[in-house]
């Protein structure tokens, strides 16, 4: 009975190894593509946190598992780290940490994240070091352009330079070609997300030789709102304000207050996610104008040339129903709920970006390359084009997603309802007005960006025009100074003479008389009579002469 169940217990463990050596034989067969996330965990803060991501890479990650086309015989392992210390927000220390170890410990093959500006930074010049791509759908900021610096960073959400080449054509429409101005919100802590934001508006326009004038504003208790004011008037009239929608409100009351016409201005409010489009307790939806705190007289009237600029949600029936799909996951795998709103938009980008990257890395495999070859991987994700949850993808030459913007405006003058009046295409390069809305520019034609003689002091017909006003003033004047004083010296000469010729006695001497024979001949009478009237010439005050006749038969004069 003994022999017998040593029998059984080796033939036991000769079949469990057996097993075990078929499993180890099936594991290799799926070969490994380690992806480390690293994104914050505040969800309510950052559009790009964990709890709003991790889903959508968990759902791009079966959507790739279940299409025989990509990485067949290929499975991915998700790890996550955060990049955010609590209660100070992003960490570009924490990041740098996470990165090295996640590189030492799972060696992964690719970087979903960072998604803040300067954790994305750090990161990425890891990346660029260790030649591994860094695929994000945020990371906004201008400074990402620089390939030599970030050779391997993939953005596939949006980024302030195509939000900058939105506002460019929108000069180039309405041939805004000399200036604007930028008021931003800046406290130069956590991401700075306004600043990176409208970064891309300055650069492109500046690019373009356009005067740019930038303002920021800091922490609400610091704000000089009339500060605020006085510089947008002294510097343009196309305005461009990036900053939380409580300040941008005070800004426009401040307008309001200083009885400013918003006529003579071009207002835009870069509001991406559409926070002050949505409807709450105390606004109506797209209606950004009103507010609860201050009383406006007529707040409509301040905003007919406000505008304001979003991303263009998709709104096909793929982006709908992963929509659906990332608030159960959320739910379920994070224990949040999220709100439906422009901000899913964010989710869906790293969706796509995980679908470009596993396409990339698929045509590398195919032709003989290496999963560990992150240059060729990065270089293969350049100028695509596929259709998304988030609709068309399509990268430029940089890497970098064409993005579409919408471009809002106060469609009803009386409800003060906005609308959107155009979109961009991004990969078009063009704008595309709605055929229903229209803007209603209060004068019937759009502000200068330049008004004449306003800002270029300087300009040599802005002086001539200028002077030739006081020249009519100085000339008129010295013309009627000059006419009342030759008039008053005339009138002066005259009078003066007048009197002194009334004042003249005018007798002739009886010994300056000569009487001539009567009986002379009339050759010398007429001689005589000559020279005595020769004598008595009288040069008058005009000049005139006086002669007294002379008549030889008497011999009077």
Request: no cysteine; proline share 5%.
């Given at each position: 009975m003994g022999f017998g169940y040593e029998l059984q217990l080796g033939y036991g463990l000769f079949?469990?190894?057996?097993?075990?050596?078929?499993?180890?034989?099936?594991?290799?067969?799926?070969?490994?593509?380690?992806?480390?996330?690293?994104?914050?965990?505040?969800?309510?803060?950052?559009?790009?946190?964990l709890p709003r991501v991790t889903p959508a890479i968990h759902m791009a990650n079966e959507a790739i598992q279940k299409d025989d086309r990509?990485?067949?015989?290929?499975?991915?392992?998700?790890?996550?780290?955060?990049?955010?210390?609590?209660?100070?927000?992003c960490s570009q220390t924490l990041a740098q940490i996470n990165a090295v170890d996640l590189k030492l410990?799972?060696?992964p093959d690719v970087f979903v994240g960072p998604g803040c500006v300067y954790s994305a930074a750090s990161v990425g010049r890891f990346a660029t070091h260790w030649k591994l791509p860094l695929i994000t759908a945020w990371a906004p900021a201008y400074g990402f352009a620089k390939k030599d610096e970030y050779k391997t960073i993939v953005r596939t959400g949006p980024s302030t330079t195509k939000l900058g080449e939105f506002a460019n054509y929108v000069h180039s429409y309405f041939n805004w070609t000399s200036r604007a101005v930028i008021i931003y919100h800046d406290i130069?802590?956590?991401?700075?997300?306004?600043?990176?934001?409208?970064?891309?508006?300055?650069?492109?326009?500046?690019?373009?030789?356009?005067?740019?004038?930038?303002?920021?504003?800091?922490e609400p208790q610091k704000i000089d709102y009339k500060e605020i004011v006085q510089h947008i008037k002294n510097s343009g009239r196309i305005i461009y304000i990036c900053g939380p929608l409580d300040t941008f409100l005070k800004i426009m009351y401040q307008f309001h207050t200083e009885g400013l016409s918003t006529e003579d201005y071009a207002i835009f409010y870069v509001d991406v996610f559409a926070e002050s489009l949505k409807a709450d307790a105390f606004r109506g939806p797209n209606k950004p104008w009103q507010n609860t705190e201050d009383?406006?007289?007529?707040?409509?009237?301040?905003?007919?040339?406000?505008?304001?600029?979003?991303?263009?949600?998709?709104n096909?029936?793929?982006?709908?129903?992963?929509q659906k799909k990332l608030h159960t996951r959320a739910k379920q795998d994070y224990n949040v709920s999220l709100e439906y709103s422009l901000v899913d938009f964010i989710a869906g980008c790293f969706y796509d970006g995980v679908m470009l990257y596993a396409k990339a890395l698929n045509e590398t495999l195919a032709e003989g390359g290496s999963q560990k070859d992150g240059i060729q991987i990065t270089q293969r994700m350049r100028n695509q084009k596929f259709w998304g949850v988030t609709g068309l993808v399509s990268t430029d030459n940089n890497n970098d997603r064409e993005t579409d913007f919408n471009l809002w405006a106060m469609a009803d003058h009386k409800t003060g309802e906005y609308r959107i009046v155009a979109h961009f295409n991004g990969t078009n390069k063009q704008i595309i007005w709605a055929l229903n809305e229209k803007i209603q520019w209060p004068k019937g034609y759009p502000p200068l960006d330049n008004p004449p003689c306003v800002f270029d002091t300087d300009d040599p017909s802005c002086k001539e025009d200028n002077i030739s006003v006081f020249q009519i003033v100085a000339l008129g004047a010295g013309l009627a100074l000059t006419i009342f004083g030759i008039s008053s010296f005339l009138i002066y000469r005259k009078l003066k003479l007048e009197k002194e010729l009334a004042g003249m006695l005018w007798r002739i001497r009886w010994e300056e008389l000569q009487f001539g024979n009567p009986e002379k001949k009339p050759q010398e009478c007429r001689?005589?009579?000559?020279?005595?009237?020769?004598?008595l010439q009288l040069w008058l005050h005009n000049n005139s002469t006086w002669e007294i006749s002379a008549f030889c038969k008497n011999g009077l004069f």
């Open positions: 079949v469990m190894f057996i097993s075990s050596l078929l499993t180890t034989g099936q594991s290799d067969l799926k070969k490994n593509i380690t992806m480390a996330v690293m994104l914050p965990n505040n969800y309510s803060k950052y559009p790009w946190a990509l990485l067949k015989g290929y499975n991915i392992t998700v790890v996550t780290e955060s990049t955010e210390d609590e209660g100070s927000g410990y799972t060696n130069k802590t956590d991401d700075r997300p306004y600043y990176f934001l409208i970064e891309g508006i300055y650069s492109i326009l500046e690019l373009e030789n356009i005067t740019v004038g930038a303002h920021l504003y800091p009383q406006w007289h007529n707040p409509l009237e301040v905003f007919k040339t406000v505008f304001v600029i979003t991303y263009r949600e998709p096909n029936q793929e982006y709908l129903d992963f001689q005589q009579t000559h020279f005595i009237s020769a004598r």
